[in-house]
């Protein structure tokens, strides 16, 4: 498959055109014109590169790519070494932040969903990101926490009332904790997402609203995934998932 098809059709696919992110989604690193191996993570760091060099990659595709808001653009130290990598062994690197968040199939917060066996019944927050549904029973927020360590392998942080049943829950993948009063103003019974800051404990205890942080990496494994494997069906491209263990 030619680079440039990939990238439109990934374009299209992802509706990256009706995003306004801070960073590039898309093509942000150039490599060889044809693509037939794809190795995709959750985000383009050191070690994923790595070992794309070694399974012999022609493209690499994550949801964290790089230009990040606030980051210094200066390409030196391990920003140097990274790029490096790519050009030295003329590697394509695809990156889809939001688009890849808020996709309704194959996205982080729909394949969550899926995971977790809730049901999508609407969408909040800015451009959509965020997801509103039911659980697929009715179970306390204690409980709920200990299914999705079971599924995400990893014990995530419960604040709030953990005795309140759950019949409406919302969630936002990864850092989509600014949408915890959007959601308790909808009347969900808990919101999940990956990370927790201070202020985030007092608003869970204050509004009754339980919130549940089950990790930025661990809620965010799922849609490069299940983007690559669609790939893989669609196109009979050889696609391969990595994940890189991380705590966050």
């Known amino acids: 498959m ?9 374009g299209q696919l992802l509706r990256v055109g009706d995003f306004h992110d801070y960073c590039p989604n898309g093509l942000q690193v150039e490599g ?10 959750v985000s383009a760091s050191q070690a994923l590169l ?20 606030g980051e210094d653009g200066r390409v030196t130290g391990l920003r140097r070494r990274r790029l490096a990598t790519l050009i030295k062994h003329d590697i394509n690197l695809f990156a889809y932040h939001l688009p890849l968040d808020a996709h309704p199939e194959l996205g982080n917060n729909a394949q ?15 451009q959509d990101i965020a997801f ?13 926490a200990a299914t999705v360590a079971r599924a995400l392998g990893r014990v995530p942080l419960l604040v709030g009332d953990g005795a309140r049943q759950v019949h409406r829950l919302a969630w936002c993948s990864g850092g989509g904790q ?3 009063e959007q959601a308790i103003a909808a009347g969900v019974d808990l919101f999940v997402s990956g990370e927790i800051s201070e202020q985030t404990t007092h608003l ?4 009754g609203v339980p919130f549940l942080a089950a990790g930025h990496h661990a809620t965010e494994r799922y849609g ?7 790939l893989a069906r669609h196109f009979n491209l050889n696609c391969r998932f990595m994940d890189i263990d991380n705590p966050a």
């Open 112 to 126: 969550l969903a899926r995971l977790l066996g809730w049901t999508v019944s609407g969408r909040f927050g800015e």
């Open 178 to 180: 600014g949408y915890f």
């Open 2 to 10: 030619q680079r440039t098809e990939l990238d439109s059709y990934l």
């Open 32 to 41: 060889r014109a044809e693509v037939h191996r794809i190795l995709a993570g």
């Open 132 to 144: 509103l549904g039911e659980p697929g029973e009715v179970v306390s927020a204690a409980q709920m």
């Open 204 to 207: 869970a205890r204050e509004s």
């Open 224 to 230: 490069a995934r299940a983007l690559a494997e669609h």
């Open 50 to 69: 790595d070992t794309a060099v070694e399974w012999g990659a022609d493209a690499v595709l994550v949801h964290h790519g790089w230009f990040w808001r």
